[in-house]
């Protein structure tokens, strides 16, 4: 099993450029199903998601040319695809959900085996399954108590779905579905993350007719086919803000080039609640954490435009490190708190209560031998490595390799003491 030995090391200082958005990326390749046509992606991002999301469409009987060396992939579903997407790849990656919709519209059934609930949370679909049903698909209720979606559609029929919580899987799967079905649906509380939006102007791009993404109403008008198209994924909003956190806490100062602030405004306000400078400028945002001191701060987690869950754990790194006590909530997954023991084997000392956790700040850590809880987490732990006294080692990597392309090269490019080393 692969490892990081990560020391500690001088402020990160330079440029680093962000990649194509992981979360983009996979429902947009899962879209690609909804033709027959070729579709071209670029700005993909070379990750193991990607690589799963990949196989699952060669398996479901698609053609993929993949080339992440030029973070291309294009892909052409023609002719007859399967129904069924195979448990191993499913298991490996939640998001292989996405093709739910697709599945359904190409061949008149979906059957996915649902993995069981991952380690930050139950992740359940009934929201997804909610919206299928009210487009008209019906679920065989008695294998999805074996955990087993089994899904049949002859057609869909547009209607209004309220979302009982603003999911970004429902979200995208039942815009995906209701592009194809007859008629008008009108999906309220919708999610409004940047990635849905990437998602609805690549299926606009098709030729459906979806307004309102990025609100919390989307209304989609159904169309009878859409037609291969090629698309620029948007930058990973995720990736840029871990970069951005770790020059804040390393008190150092990196230009952080192809990111959009507009994504980032949670994070960007409390990086400055923290005493860091963010300068937008033409060529990317520059944080410096090396011109005042870096303070505590509270912090909520919310669907966009709210803090993202995906950086509570990269910013609870700097909080261990911040002059002051922090709270940190968590509202959107039930259990993701898992990354607080790895820091306190640090000496970050956090108490957690629910979905709160107290974060004391102003720690001198010290290396040790930590875990990537999940893959967030694993980015977080090494940005610990990089402040705390002697070495940290990090196991349990794959889940980094799932979400930040070249990481290692990244973070050394900037003056990080890391090595990934195979054991
Ligand atoms: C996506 C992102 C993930 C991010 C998350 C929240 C991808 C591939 N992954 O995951 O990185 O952390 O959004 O921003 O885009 N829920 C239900 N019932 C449902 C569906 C969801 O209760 O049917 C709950 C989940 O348990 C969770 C919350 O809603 O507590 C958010 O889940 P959701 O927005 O669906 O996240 P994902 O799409 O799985």
Known sequence: MAKFLVQKSEPLTG?????????????????????????????????????????????????????????????????????????????????????????????????????GGCAIGKRPVELHLKGLKALGVNVDEEQLKRGIIDARADSLRGTTIYLDFPSVGATEVIIMA???ADGTTILENAAQEPEIVDLANFLNKMGARIKGAGTDTIKVDGVTSLKGVSHNVIPDRIEAGTFMVGAAMTRGNVLIKNVVPDHLKAVIAKLKECGASVEMGEDGIRVRGDEAEITSTDIKTLPYPGFPTDMQSPFMALLTVAKGPSVV?????????????????????????GNCSIIPGGKSLKGAQVVATDLRAGAAVVLTGLVAEGTTEVSQIYHVDRGYEKFVEKLRALGANIMRVEE
Not at 24 to 48: H, S, Y
Not at 89 to 99: E, Y
């Open 15 to 115: 440029e680093v450029t962000i990649s194509g958005a992981k979360n983009a990326v996979l429902p947009i390749m899962a879209a690609t199903l909804l033709t027959e046509e070729k579709c071209e992606i670029k700005d993909v991002p070379a990750l193991r998601d990607v690589d799963v999301m990949c196989q699952l469409l060669e398996s479901l009987g698609a053609s993929v040319d993949k080339r992440l060396d030029e973070n291309v992939v294009e892909i052409k579903a023609e002719g007859d695809i399967a129904f069924e997407a195979p448990f191993d790849l499913v298991k490996m990656m939640r998001a292989s959900i996405l093709v739910l919709g697709a599945l359904l519209l190409r061949t008149g059934r979906a059957v996915i085996h649902l993995p």
């Open 178 to 180: 209701a592009a194809l």
């Open 329 to 353: 909530i968590e509202t959107v997954f039930e259990n993701r708190f898992m990354h607080v023991g790895e820091f306190n084997r640090m000496g970050a000392n956090i108490k957690v209560n």
